[in-house]
């Protein structure tokens, strides 16, 4: 094939917005129920909704949700353990009502919570059925009004097979998680976790005998994060904690001390922004498989029965969920950097795999996928101490293409979400769009990122819109002073939290970047902590500072309040419906700028939340955003994509 010199930018691809979208899926969880395996997917092309599909030993898929079920909870805003399932029925709270349902084989969904006054006030998430299949024990958050002070999270137990009134077990802890009930079903095991922390911060593991209520504090308390409680066949407790900086692996037998089961300088755990992780499991024999991060990418390990760890070999790079599959197997949610997440078992003593649920086939020259270099370098702190940050670095790749002989890439600096979050090296089409058209990309793991530690991600206390900046900053002239990417072109893009960095990256009179997109960013911090939903509402807290104590750094860190320092730039994309970082923050900013003359494009989208789950939609903010970046940095649109151009206001 000839390869064609185009200046970088404006190489034409077939990855189009068009293909990211086409036939695309997010899978979720999965889960394992006798002989059949179940997986959620997120369709774009039926609105966003989740669709659980069910596969049987002989290959056969099905579609369990009928049309209009949409198998999703808002607790948390962020939801995940939206259903489970057992012996063919699924349990699963529908994103309309928010209502718990039953779905029987070969049955139609039927509730068993009742209908509250209130239109989704009560909120179901992160169930487990007892050993005997009478009774699911859940959690519920209910609504009682519009604040985040009018939230109550707590345990309920219900019934399984009939609508019933959920029974209180646990409430007066501000967030509960991950009940779960003992094989014998006589105890119950949850995680708890007060404001202002989060559940990456201090959580407490309690086990609660059912007919006595004595109750025991296993695990956790300041300074300590635990996850993943998972009880074992003779009544010991599975769970992580980062006790040791890294989230390990312990075991608690009753009446006897914490044991330790796996102890590496490796990340098993990930942030419980939502319900429903699954970063180990246990296999009958005693073996335990467990997903671990370490130096920017995920690997599967077994734990023999004798104590010694060992490494599988295997072409993942990042994976979401592990569950047993029978004596010697496990299922997975994972992918590499050249291909997107499926479902694959995985034959633990021969590394074999078989993929249950393929990712898509997107017929690509292989030449088309640029594969992520993990990269350290050199960031400050606050005060300007030296210190180590770590990013995923793209080159431009192209099967079709080359830059100008003495021209260099522009660079797209990626800003995760949480900001407790992380840049995972997975084939990415929606990043891909832009390294198949010449730009390069490095994703940040700044500061405050999972994977590399708690004392890495204790970084961003009090320091949220310092640390983040700076390792952004410090990535992009690295890349720059290396001769990697043109240091006068320059951009930066991020969502939610990564919004807030990309505005507070452009609110400085000495910023390096020419141009960014804020995704549905935080521009006034004080208003956020005002106005978002309860799982957040303290975040800031630590990251931060108390409100209202510390009002003049959240003053001093609002890109609102430095308006007279922007003079690059912005694209806005924003949710109508976004309850997380609402519509007024975007358009606070993007009002601002406009009073100011600056460039600025704004696109408000309808049906949304936090974060585009529609294919009409996704398709327009990604092709809006390249033609704002072709307009600022002057080059050309692929003429043959018949891409729409965006409006940029005030642009000269």
Same mark, same amino acid.
């Given at each position: ?249 312990? *075991? %608690?037998?009753? $009446?006897? !001390?914490?044991?330790? &089961?796996?102890?590496? +300088?490796?990340? #098993? ?22 997903? *671990? %991060?370490?130096? $920017?990418? !995920?690997?599967?390990? &077994?734990?023999?029965? +004798?104590?010694? #760890? ?32 499926? &479902? ?309």
């Amino acid at each position: 094939m000839t390869i064609t010199e185009r200046p970088y930018g404006s190489w034409s691809t077939p990855i189009t917005s068009e293909l990211v979208t086409a036939a695309a899926v997010r899978l979720g969880e999965v889960r394992v129920d006798g002989a059949d395996v179940v997986w959620a997917e997120g369709r774009p092309a039926e609105g966003g909704r989740t669709q659980l599909v069910r596969r049987t030993p002989d290959g056969a898929t099905t579609d369990l949700l009928p049309d209009g079920r949409n198998a999703r909870t808002a607790v948390h805003e962020y939801g995940g353990a939206a259903w489970w399932v057992r012996d063919g029925v699924v349990w699963f709270t529908d994103w309309a009502d928010q209502r718990l349902y039953r779905l029987a084989p070969g049955g139609e969904p039927e509730p068993i919570t009742s209908e509250p006054a209130t239109p989704r006030a009560d909120r179901y998430a992160d169930g487990d059925v007892a050993p005997d299949g009478a009774t699911i024990v859940c959690v519920r958050e209910r609504h009682t009004g519009p604040s985040a002070a009018d939230v109550r999270n707590e345990v309920v137990r219900l019934a399984a097979d009939r609508p019933s009134e959920p029974e209180v077990l646990v409430t007066g802890p501000d967030f509960v998680a991950a009940p779960r009930l003992s094989p014998d079903g006589t105890r119950l095991a949850w995680l708890q976790w007060q404001h202002p922390s989060m559940p990456w911060d201090d959580t407490e593991l309690v086990v609660r005998d059912l007919a006595s209520g004595e109750e025991t504090l296993v695990a956790g308390g300041p300074g300590e994060s635990v996850l993943e409680p998972r009880w074992e066949p003779d009544g010991s407790l599975l769970f992580l904690s980062d006790r040791s900086d890294w989230w390990n692996l312990y *075991r %608690w037998t009753p $009446g006897a !001390d914490i044991e330790s &089961v796996v102890r590496i +300088d490796a990340e #098993i755990g990930e942030p419980a922004w939502v319900f429903g992780s699954a970063r180990y499991a246990r296999l009958d024999d005693g073996r335990i498989v467990f997903a *671990r %991060w370490r130096q $920017g990418r !995920d690997g599967l390990a &077994v734990r023999q029965a +004798d104590g010694t #760890i060992t490494d599988l070999d295997l072409p993942f790079s990042a994976i979401a969920a592990v569950r047993a599959a029978g004596p010697d197997a496990v299922v997975v949610v994972a992918g590499s950097p050249t291909a997107e997440p499926g &479902v694959h078992r995985v034959e633990v003593s021969t590394a074999a795999v078989e993929t249950l649920r393929p990712p898509r086939d997107l017929g690509l020259d292989p030449a088309q996928i640029s594969v992520p270099e993990h990269i350290a370098f050199d960031s400050v702190d606050g005060s300007g101490a030296q210190r180590k940050a770590y990013a995923q670095f793209y080159p431009p790749a192209s099967a079709e293409f080359r830059g100008p002989d003495g021209e260099l890439p522009p660079l797209l600096v990626v800003i995760h979400g949480g900001p407790t979050s992380a840049a995972v090296p997975v084939l990415n089409v929606g990043l891909q769009y832009w390294t198949s058209r010449g730009f390069a990309v490095v994703d940040v793991n700044y500061g405050g990122s999972t994977g590399y530690g708690r004392s890495y991600r204790q970084q961003l206390e009090g320091q949220w819109g310092v640390i983040d900046v700076a390792d952004c900053l410090a990535a992009a002239r690295r890349l720059a002073e290396q001769g990697r990417v043109d240091g006068n072109r320059l951009c930066i893009r991020g969502g939610s939290a990564g919004g807030f960095t990309t505005l507070a990256a452009l609110a400085r009179e000495d910023t390096p970047f020419a141009a960014g997109a804020d995704h549905f960013g935080v521009a006034d911090l004080e208003a956020l902590a005002a106005e978002t939903h309860k799982f957040e509402s303290r975040y800031l807290d630590r990251l931060v500072g108390p409100y209202p104590e510390a009002r003049d750094t959240y003053v001093e860190r609002s890109p609102i309040h430095h308006v007279d320092r922007f003079t690059r730039p912005l694209i806005v994309l924003q949710g109508a419906e976004d309850e997380v970082v609402p519509p007024n923050q975007s358009e606070m900013i993007v009002n601002a700028l406009r009073a100011r003359g600056t460039p600025v494009a704004y696109l408000l989208f309808e049906g949304e939340q936090h974060g585009f789950r529609r294919a009409e939609n996704i398709r327009r903010a990604l092709d809006a955003e390249l033609s704002f970046y072709a307009q600022v940095l002057g080059f050309e649109l692929p003429a043959e994509e018949g891409i729409e151009p965006v409006v940029v206001e005030n642009l000269s």
